[in-house]
């Protein structure tokens, strides 16, 4: 059967076709302003911490009044409000003198205590012990400063200074006889600062052993190296940037902490005359210091300077320590 001629479309038949939609009322381009501004809403949270330091650093250079305290500011000597003796170097060398020790031994210990987690111990006691350094990390600083106080102190003021004194005394710094008493000062100082950073040099150095390929320990081990030859030879090298990440981020812990230096350092603004003696750092005297600072207009702008210095201190050797680690990561990319 033969299919039928489609009809024909007169002019009449035809539908009209649709009209074009209006402009949109709406600025930009016909896009509506909320459909312009999401996109952009998720750079947002990328700002946040630029805008923390911007507004903690224009706060310290109001509250600083631009004041001129000139080069004594800098100096070694420092009385009080009351003279004009404002030198911060005291305390600037303080800070120093009680950071490196702590980051030295923490370190140490951080890699002992990562090696023995990823290469010795079995999974079941690593997992067991991990826990523990993470509860480290979360334990107050106030609380390692009353134990320090009430339990660390008498002991390095009863039996370790005086052993230190009688069995290293011909080192310079050892041989001034430790004072009697409290024991509160450096060592006890290096060793609360030591415990305060381990735990963050531990997990930074436990990560970056953690993250070398299972295949490179295998096949070191395959080829008849030891467990010490693949983490000397494999393990260790692969790691640097992270070790070097958590040596930088220790030092700042260090060289920032407040309540618990404050409490067992036996604050004194004075250059230590020998490891037994007490000092002060910049972080301890801005919270020492702070009541004597209301009603005090020209004391608050030295302690907003001082507090702009340890800022500088601290943003210093971060941005010192990314560019290192960056040029060590693009060196080991380019070797491989």
Request: proline share 8%; glycine share 10%.
């Given at each position: ?69 000139g080069w004594e500011f800098f100096g070694s000597t ?259």
């Amino acid at each position: 059967m033969v299919p039928a001629a489609p009809a024909l479309l007169t002019p009449e038949s035809r539908q009209p076709l649709p009209e074009p939609t209006p402009p949109s009322t709406h600025r930009g381009g016909g896009r509506p302003f909320s459909r312009r501004i999401l996109p952009y809403l998720p750079y947002l949270p990328a700002f946040v911490p630029v805008a923390i330091v911007a507004a903690i650093v224009l706060e310290l250079l109001a509250q600083s009044r631009f004041h001129n305290f000139g080069w004594e500011f800098f100096g070694s000597t420092f009385v009080g409000p009351g003279s004009n003796d404002w030198g911060i170097g005291v305390f600037v060398v303080g800070s120093f003198v009680t950071a490196i020790p702590a980051l030295f031994f923490s370190m140490f210990l951080g890699l002992g205590i990562a090696v023995a987690s990823v290469v010795y111990l079995p999974r079941v006691v690593s997992r067991f012990l991990d826990g523990f350094v993470d509860l480290l990390a979360g334990i107050p600083s106030v609380v390692y400063g009353i134990w320090g106080y009430l339990f660390v102190a008498p002991y390095f003021g009863s039996a370790l200074n005086p052993w230190l004194f009688h069995h290293l005394g011909g080192i310079p710094g050892f041989g001034g006889l430790p004072p009697p008493g409290s024991g509160l000062g450096l060592p006890l100082g290096v060793f609360i600062l030591t415990l305060m950073a381990l735990p963050i040099t531990t997990l930074l150095i436990r990560d970056a052993l953690r993250s070398l390929p299972r295949e490179l320990w295998e096949s070191g081990l395959a080829l008849g190296a030891t467990r010490w030859e693949c983490l000397r030879k494999v393990a260790l090298p692969h790691s640097r940037a992270g070790i070097l990440s958590a040596a930088f981020l220790g030092f700042g812990r260090a060289f920032g902490e407040t309540v618990a230096i404050a409490m067992v350092l036996n604050l004194v603004a004075h250059y230590p005359s020998n490891v037994y003696s007490g000092t002060a750092t910049v972080a301890a005297m801005l919270f020492e210091l702070l009541d004597s600072a209301y009603g005090n207009s020209l004391f608050l702008s030295w302690l907003a300077e001082l507090a702009l210095v340890l800022l500088a201190i601290t943003a210093t050797v971060n941005v010192v320590g990314r560019l290192f680690i960056s040029r060590l990561s693009a060196t080991q990319i380019a070797g491989v």
